[in-house]
């Protein structure tokens, strides 16, 4: 704890704003009762109960369906840099990766490799990383806990968690609504919701939404659009209640997508333009996503019993240019060509949850959540790719016999099935001490295991089953106190923990002295932090919320590799830490106009020595020797590539911009009997960062990107349909959303833009 205290003092040297907002709360705020600008109570489900957000003693970010549509945040991507410390990136095209506060899924090459921020739709853990790829649909609001979610969320909640909540049926009666975008490049966005009472107590609610636009970035070789989009949603919700006490939510939901692909420019690649590149072999991406759930809830009267049962599945199979790059415009040799012809992955997944949450304090002081958690989750992995060893620009077709022996222009060949099961208990209590002060202890216990055959046929031929298991005590301990009756202090020291696994590909003993990747990885934890606080100023004008906060991390999982010849896997590094602050500041300017900011200063260091190769500088030495005659397996080019090995200690953490934020004036005025006019401009700041634990300077910097949006919206008045006008990105940047190096085949890097300016115009309609 000795280095906790001077980095505390340094955060508040780097982030005057939140020690200012510390003293804040002691101030009393103004009597504002015939004033009509104050914040209305935001009502969130963060600790799986209803309680307004300004009492949950943790950081919240809460976006209302109206938020979203403003800000034009249609699938999880648009969320980043959004909330403070968010960081969304996509990888290798058709992954999606949540970073949050320095801690995101550095182990998304593995396909059983727990996510480190946990999805749930309607209170359901969602286990597919694939299904992050959906679009939302018909959302009443997204809550981001940012934190490790130690005891109500478990085991892969170690940079927090995302809860989509969907629009529930009403019984109420018959509404709809629907929506028409049309835009640049041939965009067009189709919605609709429907809620139809079925009865006094049934309802059910059905949505779709069809979206497609032409690619924003061109591949000039094959004049392949790519960056092009055409996706599919629906879902169903059927509620009904058979007594006063019980209540029934089915949900299936369905999304599809059929492209060619995201664009991932190879940095090597000449093409001018950041939308241009040049490539040698065709892009498709297909995904299917299925979600059913039963969510059964009895209310009795002390407590309330749950019940979420769910299966999920998930298909996508990927045809890409492994190698990013046209071999016939790089210098000979430069890189290995390679590509995926394809790699098909299919998730299964089954869960299912019961909680009890209390009605009433116990003891007139107690209020209690307890539950249990069970997860079975199936993965099928085939993956076929070839590589171009005569650099003339033909891959030869896969032939079975040649892939049993590698012979041929045969390169990553494998097939893999590993299977995960864990079982959760947890239990968390708030205790009054006193009108004013409340303390939260939690605590969750964890048995998981996996296991998987594994068959890679590359060099050596053969199946291995591999076995590994974890059993993890994680948990949460808080203190609350009222300042006053519209402020909150709170201070909190979470324990949060992530299962190992196992690797679909190792290192052998055989090859080399040193073995970077094993056949198993081991459980990473993190004892995080935090100190916040929650306030209502002047009269409700002013609502801000802030947080320090400071991790240990231990045994962080991130993508290594081997210094044999395919060999990439998970590996653990021992140490390191995270500190940071945030601030999320709401205020009426005037009674038009409002203020939205949310930023975010996050520092990370790996403090412990650990050697780690980088592949993308053993894979120049591997292709100069192969353009010299070497055999791959060879051991020259074994030898070449563990001269590479490094220690990384000092070195940043992965996707983690140093600072990002987002300011928002939002205007609204009621011009009489014309109707009501919004207007919104929202300005996005993110920082570089480092896109690998290696901060290779020629890889791995990611630059910043500054993003303007601009949203003008009219309501005629006593009118069922309205107007916006949206201009996104409007001055056209051409800023990087991540880039991605090549694990476990040629090391080729590449950069996925984000969307170009598009000037879009919807019409709405509510009936």
């Not at 019980?246 to 369905?254: K, P, W």
């Not at 991932?264 to 040698?280: S, W, Y």
């Not at 995926?340 to 949450?357: D, G, H, S």
């Not at 060879?634 to 070195?651: E, F, H, L, T």
């Amino acid at each position: 704890m000795t280095t906790v205290l001077p980095r505390a003092g340094a955060l508040c040297i780097a982030a005057p704003l939140f020690c200012a907002l510390i003293l804040l709360p002691t101030v009393q705020a103004q009597n504002n009762a015939d004033d009509e600008m104050v914040f209305e109570e935001v009502v969130v489900v963060a600790e799986k109960r209803s309680e307004s957000l300004q009492d949950v003693s943790q950081a919240v970010t809460a976006l209302s369906s109206q938020q979203l549509d403003e800000k034009n945040i249609v699938s999880f991507v648009d969320l980043s840099s959004i909330a403070p410390g968010v960081t969304i990136t996509k990888n290798e095209g058709f992954k999606t990766v949540i970073a949050i506060r320095g801690v995101g899924n550095e182990a998304n090459q593995n396909a059983i490799a727990n996510p480190s921020v946990s999805y749930h739709l309607d209170g359901v853990y969602i286990a597919s990383p694939f299904a992050l790829q959906t679009d939302f649909l018909d959302l009443e609001r997204i809550e981001v806990l940012r934190g490790p979610q130690g005891t109500l969320f478990g085991q892969n909640s170690t940079g927090g968690a995302v809860n989509v909540i969907s629009k529930a049926p009403s019984p109420d009666g018959f509404d709809g609504k629907g929506d028409i975008s049309i835009g640049e490049n041939n965009l067009v966005r189709v919605r609709g919701a429907v809620n139809v009472p079925l009865g006094e107590n049934s309802a059910l609610r059905a949505s779709a939404s069809y979206f497609e636009h032409d690619g924003f970035s061109e591949n000039i070789v094959l004049n392949q659009e790519l960056d092009d989009a055409n996706n599919f949603s629906g879902r169903v919700r059927l509620m009904t209640q058979p007594s006063d006490s019980l209540t029934l939510n089915f949900t299936a939901q369905f999304f599809t997508e059929d492209s060619n692909g995201s664009a991932q420019k190879g940095i090597l690649d000449p093409t001018p333009g950041a939308r241009r590149l040049a490539q040698d072999s065709a892009s498709n991406y297909e995904l299917e996503s299925e979600v059913y759930s039963l969510i059964a809830e009895w209310s009795l009267p002390t407590f309330s019993i749950k019940s979420l049962t769910s299966y999920q599945h998930d298909d996508i199979t990927i045809t890409r240019d492994n190698d990013r790059n046209d071999i016939n415009t790089l210098p000979p040799f430069a890189l290995l060509p390679s590509v995926f012809a394809p790699e098909e992955n299919e998730q299964t997944t089954f869960t299912q949850e019961f909680n009890l949450i209390s009605a009433e304090p116990l003891f007139g002081k107690l209020d209690w959540i307890a539950g249990v958690f069970y997860l079975d989750t199936e993965v099928d992995i085939v993956i076929r790719e070839q590589l171009d060893f005569n650099f003339d620009g033909t891959f030869a077709p896969i032939d079975v016999n040649e892939v049993l022996a590698f012979g041929g222009e045969v390169g990553f060949i494998s097939d893999a099935n590993p299977i995960r099961e864990s079982l959760s208990l947890y239990a968390q209590g708030t205790y009054s001490i006193s009108d004013s002060a409340r303390l939260i202890v939690g605590a969750r216990f964890t048995d998981d295991s996996v296991e998987s055959r594994v068959t890679n046929f590359f060099g050596r031929a053969g199946t291995a089953m591999l076995e590994t298991s974890s059993e993890e005590v994680t948990g949460r301990i808080a203190l609350e106190y009222d300042t006053n009756e519209t402020s909150m202090i709170y201070g909190s020291i979470t324990r949060g923990f992530k299962p190992g696994g196992s690797n679909l590909t190792f290192g052998l003993e055989d090859v080399v002295a040193q073995i970077l990747v094993l056949p198993t990885y081991e459980d990473e934890t993190v004892n995080a932090f935090e100190f916040g606080v929650k306030a209502d100023l002047f009269g409700g004008r002013v609502r801000a919320n802030a947080a320090a906060f400071f991790y240990d991390y231990e045994n962080f999982q991130f993508q290594a590799t081997d210094p044999e010849v395919f060999q990439g896997g998970v590996g653990n590094l021992p140490e390191s830490e995270i500190m940071g602050a945030e601030l999320e500041l709401l205020a009426f300017l005037t009674a038009d106009l409002m203020l939205d900011w949310k930023v975010s200063v996050v520092d990370t260091e790996i403090t412990s020595s650990f050697l780690a190769l980088d592949n993308v500088e053993s894979e120049a030495a591997t292709n100069a020797l192969l353009a010299m005659g070497e055999n791959l397996f060879g051991p020259a080019i074994q030898q070449a590539r563990a001269a590479s090995i490094a220690d990384v200690r000092g070195n940043e953490l992965a996707k983690t911009p140093n600072f990002t934020s987002d300011l928002t004036l939002r205007y609204e005025k009621d011009i009489g009997s014309w109707g009501d006019f919004k207007g919104s401009l929202q300005y996005t700041h993110r920082s570089d960062f480092e896109q690998r634990i290696f901060n290779n300077a020629t890889t791995d910097t990611v630059p910043s990107y500054d993003v303007f949006n601009l949203v003008l919206s009219f309501q005629p008045e006593s009118r069922a349909w309205g107007f916006d006008l949206m201009a996104l990105n409007f001055t056209d940047e051409d800023g990087i959303n991540a880039r991605f190096t090549d694990v476990f085949g040629v090391g080729a890097t590449g950069d996925e833009l984000i969307p170009p300016r598009q000037i879009i115009g919807r019409i709405r309609l509510q009936f």
